[in-house]
């Protein structure tokens, strides 16, 4: 969903990175953007990154449209934080059509 984000606004990888601020992350700090790609990809992914792609992407969004960008995502974050799907395939599976319905709310 965020590379569909950063695809949809033009914002190549390092154009977020070069944008993101110690302001939209927790611990105040950037992630390097070596770690920046990794998250995207997946690997230790937060919720204040979450955020923040979104923030850059949709940079006139009101609150209440920003707050319902994130209505699907919120979702598909709390199913992965108490019942993530392994990635070696073990875990029960995520269908493309629970995807799409994610996608489409």
């Known amino acids: 969903m965020l590379r569909s984000w950063l695809d949809a606004a ?3 990888v390092a ?6 601020t110690a302001e939209h992350f927790v611990g105040g ?3 390097s953007l070596t770690k920046l790609r990794k998250q995207l990809a ?3 992914l937060s919720w204040d990154l979450v955020e923040a792609v979104a923030d850059v992407c949709y940079p006139d969004d009101d609150s209440e449209t920003a707050s ?6 919120q979702r598909l974050w709390r199913l992965a934080q108490t019942a993530p799907t392994a990635t070696d395939g073990s875990g029960p599976q995520v269908t ?3 995807v ?3 996608q489409r709310q």
């Not at 154009?15 to 993101?20: D, E, I, K, P, Y």
């Open 10 to 12: 033009g914002v190549p």
């Open 15 to 20: 154009h977020l990175h070069q944008r993101l």
């Open 29 to 31: 700090q950037v992630p």
């Open 42 to 44: 997946g690997e230790g």
């Open 68 to 73: 319902q960008r994130l209505v699907p995502l």
């Open 96 to 98: 493309a059509r629970e």
């Open 100 to 102: 799409l319905e994610v």
